[in-house]
Structures are given as structure tokens and as C-alpha cells.
């Protein structure tokens, strides 16, 4: 066969699983019960609104006759792959979440998954961070991922600590100036 005729994959049946940063080998995949239920809100309404409007849109455009130059069909289709894919994504990380509360830790003055840590580093600058799961960290509202290397190196640290975090530049000191925790649900 002409290798014209052939089709080639256009990714589209990729799935995004293989897009997120690894978890460590034998290591969990942990998330705060507020990532959590943000996550499982969002399967949830690819579920039973997005999806299904979506079908309708498709359903309503196949019954247009010709398929090849209907837009609307041909959108469809695409978008329904790919909240295919989302929910296929989001029921694998949900399925392997291990929920963990950080406010069981309020009060501690040692750094846990959950923590927000503000650190100076060698050079002087402070910063202030919380340590989160993989799925939920955003880096521009300064939550880090448990398995980023400035995580790995302030976990199981205490207030007044100095700890190494190793960089490309060479090793750099970071002092744990202040953790907090949320207050426990209860209080």
C-alpha cells in the first residue's frame, strides 16, 4: 500500500496519563480532600451535562445527511473525544488517589504533605509555598507538587531547620521560616 493512503495518528487517542509527571516508584498518588472533590465535580459534570449535550449536538448534526462537510458533526465528534478522554483520565486518577487531610497536622511545626512553608533560601529571598498533590498544585497560586524537588527536600523539616535543595546551579540552602496547616474541619 502507498504510504499516501495510510492514515497517520494524529494523537488524538493519546491518553493523558502518560502526559503527567511521573509518580515515584511504589509511591501514592496523594490529594487533599478539597482536590479531591474538585476533581470528582468535574467528572461528574462531564458526566451528566457536558457529555450528553454534546451527543445531542452530534445526534441533531448526523441527522443533516451529509457528514463529510457538516461542521457541527465533524466539532462534535471531536469534542466528544476528548471529554472521552478526560473522563478516562479522571476516573484513572481518581481510582488512585489516596485522600490525606492536612489539617490533622494544624499546630505541627514540621513540614507534611499539606503544609504551606515559607522558606528564605542562601541568596536571601523568601518565598512561600503549599505543598500539594500532582493533580491539584498550581504553581501560579504557589502550590508546589509533593514530588518537586523543592518538596522533597523541605518534607520532614522542622521550623528553623536548614535544609539542602540540590539545583543544576549546585546545592542551595533553604531555612524553614514559618508551616501552616489548615484548621481541622471541626474547629
Known amino acids: 500500500m502507498n504510504k499516501a493512503f495510510t492514515k497517520e495518528s494524529d494523537g488524538d487517542d493519546d491518553d493523558e496519563i502518560g502526559a503527567l509527571p511521573p509518580l515515584p516508584a511504589g509511591g501514592k498518588n496523594y490529594i487533599t480532600?478539597?482536590?479531591?472533590?474538585?476533581?470528582?465535580?468535574?467528572?461528574?459534570?462531564?458526566?451528566?451535562?457536558?457529555?450528553?449535550k454534546i451527543v445531542e449536538v452530534v445526534h441533531w448534526a448526523a441527522s443533516n445527511g451529509d457528514r463529510s462537510e457538516n461542521g457541527d458533526y465533524l466539532y462534535g465528534k471531536k469534542r466528544l473525544r476528548e471529554i472521552d478522554r478526560r473522563i478516562r483520565f479522571l476516573t484513572k486518577r481518581l481510582e488512585?488517589?489516596?485522600?490525606?487531610?492536612?489539617?490533622?497536622?494544624?499546630?505541627?511545626?514540621?513540614?507534611?504533605?499539606?503544609?504551606?512553608?515559607?522558606?528564605?533560601?542562601?541568596?536571601?529571598?523568601?518565598?512561600?509555598?503549599?505543598?500539594?498533590?500532582?493533580?491539584e498544585a498550581d504553581s501560579a497560586?504557589?502550590?508546589?507538587?509533593?514530588?518537586?524537588?523543592?518538596?522533597?527536600?523541605?518534607?520532614?523539616?522542622?521550623?528553623?531547620?536548614?535544609?539542602?535543595?540540590?539545583t543544576p546551579a549546585g546545592v542551595r540552602m533553604l531555612e524553614v521560616l514559618e508551616v501552616q496547616y489548615p484548621k481541622p474541619a471541626s474547629a
Open 33 to 52: 480532600p478539597r482536590g479531591y472533590q474538585r476533581l470528582r465535580d468535574e467528572l461528574l459534570d462531564l458526566i451528566d451535562n457536558e457529555r450528553p
Open 96 to 135: 488512585i488517589a489516596e485522600v490525606v487531610d492536612p489539617a490533622v497536622h494544624h499546630g505541627s511545626d514540621q513540614v507534611y504533605f499539606g503544609a504551606t512553608v515559607t522558606y528564605v533560601d542562601d541568596e536571601g529571598e523568601e518565598r512561600t509555598i503549599t505543598i500539594l498533590g500532582i493533580d
Open 141 to 166: 497560586q504557589g502550590q508546589v507538587s509533593w514530588i518537586a524537588p523543592v518538596s522533597r527536600a523541605l518534607l520532614k523539616s522542622r521550623i528553623g531547620d536548614e535544609v539542602p535543595l540540590p
